[in-house]
C-alpha cells in the first residue's frame, strides 16, 4: 500500500492516517509505503497536468516507481531479491523522502 502523509481525502475529515487504514486492519496488507510531504495522487502519477495533483516532485514519482515495480516484481516471483534492495536503498538514501512498515 502506498500513502503520503500529507494527504487529505474529501471522502474523510480524519486527515493522512485513513489512508492508511487498509494496511492497518486488513490481514492482507503487509507492507506500507509512506511518502513524507505528499498530497494527494503522489507527485502527479495521473500526469503532469492532472488538475487533482498538488504535489510534482519527480524524485518522489520515481521513488514511487521504482519501489511498486520491486513490489510487485516480487509478488511473481517471490525468489527475487527487488524488493530487498529497493527497501535497504531506500532506508539509505531516501529516509528523507518516505519510509517503508512492513508486518
Known amino acids: 500500500m502506498v500513502a503520503g502523509d500529507h494527504e487529505q481525502s474529501k471522502m474523510s475529515s480524519r486527515g493522512p492516517d485513513w489512508c492508511t487504514d487498509a494496511y492497518a486492519h486488513s490481514p492482507g496488507a503487509t507492507d506500507l509505503l509512506t511518502l513524507f510531504g505528499t498530497e494527494n495522487s503522489l507527485g502527479g502519477i495521473p500526469s503532469w497536468e492532472a488538475a487533482e495533483t498538488t504535489d510534482e516532485n ?6 514511487l516507481q521504482r519501489l ?36
Not at 519527480?58 to 521513488?63: H, S, T
Not at 525468489?79 to 518516505?98: D, N, R, S
Open 58 to 63: 519527480p524524485e518522489r514519482v520515481a521513488v
Open 68 to 103: 511498486t515495480t520491486a513490489y510487485l516484481r516480487r509478488a511473481l516471483d517471490p525468489a527475487g531479491t527487488g524488493w530487498a534492495k529497493a527497501t535497504a536503498a531506500l532506508a539509505e538514501t531516501g529516509a528523507a523522502l518516505g519510509r517503508i512498515d512492513s508486518k
